[in-house]
Every structure is written in C-alpha cells, then in structure tokens.
C-alpha cells in the first residue's frame, strides 16, 4: 500500500518524526519505506508532523482518504509552505539534496563536497569492522556516471529513484540530472 492515512488501531506506535506516541483513534500518516536491502515496511507519523517534514506523502495521503480529517486545510497550508521552502524530507535513497556541511567525502574521487552544494546520496554498505551496516555515502552529481557505469541498469536506475526521492524545486532537480548523466567529474574547486 502507498502512503496513506488511517486511524490508529492502537496507541503503541510513535510517530517517526517527533518520536512521540501516536494515540488510538488519532489519524496517522503510513509512508512506505522501500530499501534495495528488504522488504518495504510502513513507517507512521502524526499528520502535523508530516506536513513538516514529509509533505509530498502527507498530500498523496489525503487525496486517497475519504474520511473526515479535522484541521485539513491547515494541514495543506503548512505542507504547501514546506514544499515551497525546499524544507522536505527526501523521500529515501537514492536523493539528490544540499549538502548540510562540507564534511563529507565523494565515494568516486575522493574529494570533499562543497556545503551547500548538490550531491547524490546512495544507500550503501557500510563496513564498520564489527559489522555491515546500511547507510548513505555520498557522490558528486558529476561523479555519479563512474560510480555506477559498471552496474547493469546502475545510471538508470539512480535516475529514476533520484527523481522521485528527491524534494529540490524541478529547475534545481533538472540541472542534478543532466550533472548526474553528462557525468563531467568533481566540479573545478
Ligand atoms: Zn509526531
Ligand atoms: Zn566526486
């Protein structure tokens, strides 16, 4: 099922965003969780959580609910606001977004990635010594076509998720694609 919204069938879950409890009777926004590792599984948050952080699954999740949803068009103010902000939460990996600080390192050539600056985060394997885990790591857009040029599919397929995981306003998102595809290298420092 994609996103939706339902009642809580009990108060047990807590909502993903603000960790608190969701209370029986509240409605809760389910978003699909898809990973290239398992199996989707659903996870919930308050709806004024999601018009915060996860606006585009908040507003697929009201239009396919057809019961009462009190403050609805509040909920659609805040979520239009934060969709026009570019303040959403991407929608998983792979995403295209800006890069929060200029720590990390590109997984292609090794360079650091300017903060601020677009870069292409991809679910990994992380080997931590102890154990795997799974994670982001992160690529220049221009870096990306080495990265995955020897996976069959690889480009393709980033493409497609970039294009829907990612938040950026489309003339922002259209520019990391043709980057991602023209596969130029680090941009000049
Ligand atoms: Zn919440
Ligand atoms: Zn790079």
Redesign the pocket.
């Known amino acids: 099922m994609a996103n939706h919204i339902e009642e809580a069938k009990s108060g047990r879950a807590s ?1 993903r ?4 409890t ?1 209370g029986k009777g509240e409605l809760r926004l389910g978003v699909e969780v898809a990973s290239q590792f398992s199996d989707a599984t659903v996870q919930w ?2 709806l ?2 999601a018009a915060d952080k996860l606006p585009v699954e908040l507003k697929e999740g009201l239009a396919g609910f057809e019961g009462e949803v009190p403050d609805r068009a509040a909920l659609e103010t805040t979520l239009e606001a934060t969709i026009a902000k570019g303040a959403a939460k991407p929608g998983g990996l792979p995403h295209v977004d800006h890069a929060p600080t200029g720590r990390a390192k590109c997984i292609t050539c090794g360079e650091p990635i300017a903060k601020a600056s677009l870069r292409v985060a991809v679910e990994s394997e992380i080997d931590t010594g102890a154990m795997v885990t799974k994670g982001a790591r992160y690529l220049h857009p221009g870096c990306a076509k080495a990265h995955f040029f020897d996976i069959d599919g690889g480009l393709t397929d980033l493409v497609v998720g970039v294009r829907s995981n990612s938040r950026l306003p489309e003339v922002e998102l259209t520019a990391a694609i043709a980057a991602i595809e023209a596969g130029a290298g680090a941009p000049a420092a």
């Not at 965003?17 to 608190?20: L, P, Q």
């Open positions: 909502c965003t603000c960790k608190k969701i948050h308050h004024a959580c």
